[in-house]
């Protein structure tokens, strides 16, 4: 499996440089360890980790600003790479359960 930025190298447009960065700080550039996690589960729990630092800075914050586009454009991303799936329909309800019990987990 290729990882994240090795994916979001063959986008078009090509992903900005940025977002590379904010995938790496969230530790979401690795390959997974576990053989069931999927790229779409690995961007959206980069993005979900970016998202919950949004939410920690309350009020007109620069960086939390930047922490929620990051969250927004990984969370897209992991949906694009779902439409890439055999079961679409499958992979976006997973995406969709994820995001509704946050990176927590249940």
Do not use: F, N, Q
């Amino acid at each position: 499996m290729a990882t994240p930025t090795d994916w979001l190298a063959r986008r078009t447009p090509t992903a900005p440089d940025e977002l590379k960065a904010w995938l790496t700080i969230a530790g979401g550039d690795t390959e997974p360890e576990r053989g069931d996690v999927t790229l779409p589960e690995l961007l959206v729990e980069a993005g979900l980790v970016h998202l919950e630092e949004a939410v920690a800075r309350p009020g007109r914050d620069r960086e939390a600003a930047h922490e929620l586009l990051a969250a927004d454009a990984l969370i897209t991303y992991g949906c694009e790479a779902a439409g890439e799936s055999l079961d679409v329909g499958r992979a976006l309800g997973e995406i969709l359960g994820r995001l509704r019990i946050g990176r927590e987990g249940p």
